[in-house]
C-alpha cells in the first residue's frame, strides 16, 4: 500500500483517554439520520434537538441513575418521536458519553416495532427500551449518505482468474457523513467527480511528501488517466474526503479477495482494505488522524455487514503509520514482501471495533511497533 510517510503525528498519548475527554466536553454536535439534519446541544441534564431548518424543537431529560445512563422525552402534550428525531438523540448521547455502552430511552417512539427489529432499540420483559452502542454503530441511517436496499445478494465471476463475489455498482457522490467532535466539523467521503477534484489530486499528488510514497508526480493528463482507470476497476473505489466540504485527502478503498493483497492471506470474500494520501500539509496531524482514520473503517463495516475484516498493508518501516493503526484496533499481523515493497499486514476485526468502541482510537502497547516515535 501507499501511504503519506508523514501525517505529522508526534506523540498521540493516551488517545483513547484523551478521545474521551475531547467528546466529554462537547456541547453541541451535528446529526443527519436518514439525511435530515439536527443540531442537539446537551447542557448539563437536558438535551436540546432542533432541525437545522429550525422548523421544530424537542427536548430530553439525559441522566445518569447509579451506573445506568438514561434518555428521556419531554412534553407538554403527548406526541410521538419521529426515527429521524430519536436517531439525532441517541447520536449525541453517545458522542457527550463516549463510555457509555447502553443507554435507557424512555419515549413514545412512533414506529417503535422497526427500530426493534433492525437491532437500534432493545425491549427487555418489562417494556424498557435500550441501545447498545455496539449495536448503533453499526447501523447504516445515521452515517450513510445513499440509503441501502439490502444486503447485494450473492453470486459468484470471474476476474484475472481469480473467483470472487460479483460486486454491487459502484456509488457515485456523497457516501459517508461524520460528525467530529474534537474538530467541531462534519468529516465526508465523497466519490471522486473528475471536473471537481481533479486538478486537487494532481496538485497532491506532486506534493513532495506524498510523492515520496506514492510515486505518481505527473501533469493532469497522466492524473486524469490514473483516475479513469481506477473508475474501471470494479473492485477499486476513489474517494476524496472533506471536513466540512473542504477536501484535504483521498482514499481508495477496495475489495481484498480481488487485490493484489489476495494471495498473501487467507482472505475471505467481503473483507475489504483502504490506501490514504493526506494532500492538504495543515490536515496532518492528530486532531484529524483520530477522525479519519476509524471514520474510513467505519465506513467500510457500514458498506456490506458481511465485511469482518478490513485489511491495510504500509510499508513495514513506516513506524507512525503502524502506530496509528495499531490505536485504532488494527492488529499487525505479519511482515511480508510485494515486488515494490517489504509491508506489515495490518487487519481490523469488525468485532473488535464496535465492541471496544474504536471510533474514538485508543493507546495499545501491546506492539513492538508501539514505540514513542518524535
Not at 505518481?216 to 482507470?229: F, I, P, S, T, W
Amino acid at each position: 500500500m501507499r501511504l503519506n510517510h508523514d501525517y505529522g503525528v508526534r506523540r498521540m498519548g493516551k488517545l483513547h483517554e484523551q478521545g474521551q475527554q475531547l467528546l466529554a466536553r462537547v456541547t453541541t454536535v451535528i446529526s443527519r439520520p436518514d439525511g435530515i439534519a439536527y443540531t442537539a446541544t446537551v447542557d448539563g441534564d437536558t438535551l436540546l434537538l432542533q432541525k437545522a431548518d429550525g422548523a421544530e424543537k424537542s427536548q430530553w431529560h439525559l441522566y445518569r441513575q447509579a451506573d445506568q445512563l438514561n434518555l428521556e422525552r419531554i412534553a407538554s402534550k403527548p406526541r410521538g418521536v419521529a426515527n429521524a428525531e430519536l436517531l439525532a438523540a441517541i447520536e449525541a448521547c453517545f458522542l457527550s458519553y463516549p463510555d457509555c455502552g447502553t443507554l435507557n430511552v424512555k419515549a413514545h417512539v412512533i414506529a417503535v416495532n422497526e427500530l426493534i427489529c433492525s437491532g437500534f432499540l432493545l425491549r427487555d420483559e418489562n417494556g424498557q427500551m435500550s441501545v447498545k452502542a455496539e449495536l448503533f454503530w453499526q447501523q447504516p441511517r445515521p452515517w450513510l449518505v445513499q440509503s441501502q436496499p439490502g444486503v447485494f445478494p450473492l453470486t459468484y465471476t470471474f476476474c484475472h482468474g481469480r473467483r470472487h463475489p460479483l460486486r454491487p455498482l459502484k456509488p457515485m457522490g456523497s457516501v459517508y457523513r461524520r460528525y467530529i467532535p474534537w474538530l467541531e466539523r462534519t468529516l465526508s467521503f465523497s466519490t471522486v467527480d473528475l471536473d471537481r477534484d481533479l486538478e486537487s489530486f494532481s496538485r497532491w499528488m506532486n506534493d513532495p511528501v506524498v510523492a515520496a510514497s506514492w510515486r505518481e508526480e505527473g501533469d493532469l493528463g497522466r492524473h486524469r488517466a490514473y483516475l479513469q482507470n481506477i473508475e474501471a476497476d470494479a473492485h477499486v473505489t476513489a474517494l476524496i474526503a472533506s471536513l466540512d466540504d473542504e477536501a484535504f485527502g483521498y482514499f481508495e478503498v477496495y475489495w481484498a479477495k480481488e487485490d493484489r493483497i489476495a494471495p498473501f492471506y487467507d482472505v475471505d470474500d467481503f473483507d475489504r482494505g483502504w490506501h490514504v494520501l493526506i494532500g492538504e500539509p495543515r490536515f496532518r496531524g492528530k486532531p484529524f488522524v483520530t477522525a479519519w482514520l476509524p471514520s474510513i473503517s467505519h465506513y467500510l463495516f457500514l458498506d456490506d455487514c458481511r465485511t469482518q475484516r478490513i485489511v491495510i498493508e504500509p510499508r513495514a518501516d513506516n513506524y507512525k503509520m503502524v502506530r496509528n493503526l495499531g490505536k485504532c484496533g488494527y492488529a499487525h499481523v505479519k511482515e511480508f514482501d510485494f515486488p515494490h515493497k517489504r509491508a506489515m499486514l495490518g487487519m481490523l476485526l469488525r468485532e473488535r471495533f464496535f465492541a471496544d468502541r474504536l471510533w474514538v482510537p485508543r493507546e495499545t502497547t501491546t506492539s513492538p511497533y508501539s514505540l514513542s516515535l518524535s
